[in-house]
């Protein structure tokens, strides 16, 4: 087990998909969050979700609520809640909607970390993966400071920041679900595990 707290972002508003992708079905769980809650769970001492609303969940989980007052739905609020509320020197984050992501893919950037890094991000041949990493409270002044300026770019701050990319060959584990197609693709990939 990994005493690193995790938390995973789902507090998106979900425009691509049309729903809120937080919420679908996924793999015999009610829904995509307790499918990645419950199996993260057994990765990390303590796992997370940082939410807009726990309301619209229907399981017992730790919840990092944002600002409801905010009109902000994007992960820089959710970074700013978190460590405010974790008061933890660093984080593990991860996107409610990669369900591949496995211990193996987690336990290569835990051993990439080091002290001088501000944030540790897996990178495949598509791209660095921003919810997919380790993230330090060095860069909570650079989250407010996005939060102010609207600026939601997390590809822009760790290009700004002293980021550690951690290389994977194989980007099958990184499928995140953005449309319903992928949603479609992810649920396929399932059925032959």
Request: proline share 4%; glycine share 4%; with cysteine.
């Amino acid at each position: 087990m990994l005493d690193i707290p995790c938390v995973i972002f789902a507090g998106g508003k979900s425009s691509r998909m049309g729903e809120d992708k937080a919420l679908l079905p996924f793999a015999g769980f009610d829904t995509l969050a307790e499918y990645q809650y419950t199996r993260l769970s057994k990765v990390f001492t303590t796992v997370y979700i940082s939410c807009k609303d726990k309301s619209k969940f229907n399981f017992f989980a730790n919840f990092i609520e944002d600002d409801k007052s905010s009109t902000v739905f994007a992960p820089t609020l959710g970074f700013v809640t978190a460590f405010n509320t974790l008061h933890v020197k660093k984080f593990f984050a991860l996107s409610v909607d990669t369900p591949f992501i496995t211990q193996k893919e987690i336990q290569k950037i835990m051993f990439a970390d080091n002290i001088d890094a501000d944030a540790i991000i897996a990178k495949t041949e598509e791209g660095a993966h921003p919810l997919c990493g380790i993230y330090t409270k060095k860069l909570q002044n650079n989250f407010l400071t996005m939060l102010k300026e609207n600026n939601h770019k997390l590809g822009f701050l760790l290009k700004k920041s002293k980021t550690t990319y951690v290389y994977f060959p194989d980007s099958k584990p990184f499928l995140n679900m953005n449309h319903p197609k992928d949603y479609k693709k992810a649920l396929e990939i399932l059925r032959h595990y």
